[in-house]
């Protein structure tokens, strides 16, 4: 696998990941918190449908109804489960305090379109109900902008405890496909940043990522990252 197009996004030790959320529709409410990286390491894994998924069977073409040798062509929530590896239902359920993922992909067949979910909702939702629908594929990340062995930084997403992360997959060609993936995972374990060093760290520039759409009210836990700080944007801003 090729990391080329993701190298200089890897977090590592020392780095700052910072997130907003809720209320961005007024950017007076807008919450902002953020973290430092204490320590990390990358790994690799490979997500074939044919062995992972149990009695999958290949996605129809676009627009036709799945018959007794096809799954549907547009399936939604669907969870990463283990079938090799006992008792796994989803691959990216974190539960040990302070710790995250930090997530790239690249996509099999090249026709295959991906939409990212955090607790169901759709992180990229756009004015007047736009988003992915079986009517609607045109949505999302596919194959030729994120290869397979050459993930691209567009199909980054964080995970944290006791969110739940999950895709919606679209079938956008007319044969049946047979989905694959490739996964990038940057374990980390994170420090929050005290009030200081959160203000220092937006205002310098540092880039600022967000948990969905951008006026999701999708909150990480204090409890699950002990020390966690939020601010808001008059905090940080003035105002």
Do not use: W
């Not at 907003?20 to 204490?38: D, E, I, W």
């Not at 756009?126 to 079986?134: F, G, R």
């Not at 194959?143 to 062995?149: A, D, E, R, V």
Request: glycine residues 6%; without cysteine.
């Amino acid at each position: 696998m090729y990391f080329e197009r993701i190298n200089d996004k890897i977090l590592r030790n020392g780095q700052y990941l910072l997130l907003s959320y809720s209320g961005a529709k007024n950017p007076l409410q807008a919450m902002f918190t953020g973290f430092r990286v204490v320590k990390h390491n990358v790994t690799t894994l490979y997500y074939n449908f044919a062995t992972q998924v149990p009695n999958f069977l290949p996605m129809a073409p676009y627009g036709t109804s799945p018959g007794p040798t096809n799954s549907p062509y547009y399936i939604d929530n669907f969870s990463f489960s283990l079938q090799q590896v006992k008792n796994v239902t989803d691959m990216f359920k974190i539960t040990n305090t302070g710790d995250a993922y930090q997530v790239f992909y690249g996509i099999s067949p090249s026709y295959l379109r991906v939409v990212n979910k955090i607790q169901q909702q759709f992180v990229s939702v756009l004015e007047q109900n736009i988003y992915p629908s079986p009517s609607f594929v045109e949505m999302g990340i596919d194959g030729f902008q994120s290869p397979l062995n050459n993930p691209s930084e567009k199909t980054e997403f964080i995970v944290f405890v006791n969110l739940t992360y999950n895709v919606t997959l679209m079938n956008t060609a007319t044969i049946p496909i047979m989905p694959a993936f490739n996964f990038v995972i940057n374990r980390m374990t994170l420090e929050p940043l005290d009030q200081e060093e959160l203000k220092k760290a937006i205002l310098a520039g540092f880039p600022i990522r967000s948990l969905g759409a951008v006026d999701s009210s999708i909150m990480i836990s204090g409890d699950n990252y002990p020390g966690l700080i939020t601010l808001s944007y008059k905090e940080i801003y003035g105002g």
